[in-house]
């Protein structure tokens, strides 16, 4: 079986700007392509997890999002590094109209879309990672039996604050995804906040 780490794109990745509609304001956090390349070289399969409710709330469409990570594929790639699949969730449980104002088990906390890519990819679980800025991020990765890692880039200084990420206490806490997995590619070694 694979293991594979699961990013959240939005403030782990990328820098977050709220809802993007043009493929020109995906700006890569420093480090985070370096990051991707040291996992890829690992052998580490590497998936994109995100909510994208903007589709939901009629903000971008599919197709813009699909350019959304195309430019944000293209931009990992010119840094030597590569996503293995990205996989989204359009639905929002009280915006929209159908299908995607939806209740659903792919959008975080649930943790459908890595579920998705464990069947795809035929990829162990307990033996991956989930690593975002957000407590949905480890709360869905908690939900897997992934190790979870809080970032602090984004939401992440703002999630960090909060009783309730302490309960749920991440594996680790990293200054942003460059720490994150040189952390996890030291076998976890060292603990608190990076």
Known sequence: MNKAVFLDKDGTINEDLGYLTHPCQIKLLPGSADAIKLL??????????????????GIVTEDILQALDKRLQKEILKNGAFVDRMYYCPHHPEYGVYPYRAMCDCRKPNNGLLKKAAKEH????GASYMIGDKISDIECGKASGAKTILVLTGKGRESNQSEEIRRMAPDFIAKDLFAAVK????????????
Not at 43 to 48: A, E, I, P, R, Y
Request: aromatic share 8%; charged share 15%.
């Open 40 to 57: 890829n070289n690992a052998g580490f399969k590497v998936f994109v997890v995100s909510n994208q409710a903007g589709i939901a709330r």
């Open 183 to 194: 952390w996890l590619l030291n076998g976890g070694n060292g603990n608190g906040k990076k």
């Open 122 to 125: 035929n990829v162990d679980l």
